[in-house]
């Protein structure tokens, strides 16, 4: 996932950050600061409103503002939501429209990759 932040409430900066997941040092520190396990933690990321989703994302801006050498209290951690998007990276959206292009085909009645005219 891409992380865009236009104004951060924490450092006072611009953030556009990738992150595809945490690395084994930062889910540790997930894990004691955050109590969360990986699937916790990756399962919040992918939940709106709930607590957990709430923690996971303090905890990613936790670990990417570290990532970058700004250490932030972990109740300080803020975010104002309007400033936030979270977009695919390059990667994901080439295999998001890979995979639309496939369904949509197979939707169709052919076979993913069958060329749409017979060759001659």
């Known amino acids: 996932m891409r992380v865009v932040i236009k104004n951060c409430r924490n450092c006072g900066t611009a953030h556009d950050w990738e992150f595809e997941r945490p690395f084994l040092k930062e889910a540790r520190f997930i894990d004691r600061t955050y109590g969360m396990n990986a699937t916790q933690f990756q399962d919040g990321l992918n939940e ?7 923690e996971a994302t303090a905890a990613l801006f936790d670990i990417l503002h570290r990532r970058e050498g700004i250490v932030i209290p972990q109740l300080e951690i803020d975010l104002d939501w309007e400033d936030l998007e979270v977009l695919p990276t390059e990667q ?29």
């Open 92 to 120: 994901e959206a080439e295999a998001a429209a890979k995979a639309e292009q496939e369904a949509a085909e197979v939707a169709a009645g052919k076979e993913p990759g069958e060329p749409t005219t017979p060759p001659s």
């Open 48 to 54: 709106e409103g709930t607590h957990e989703a709430l």
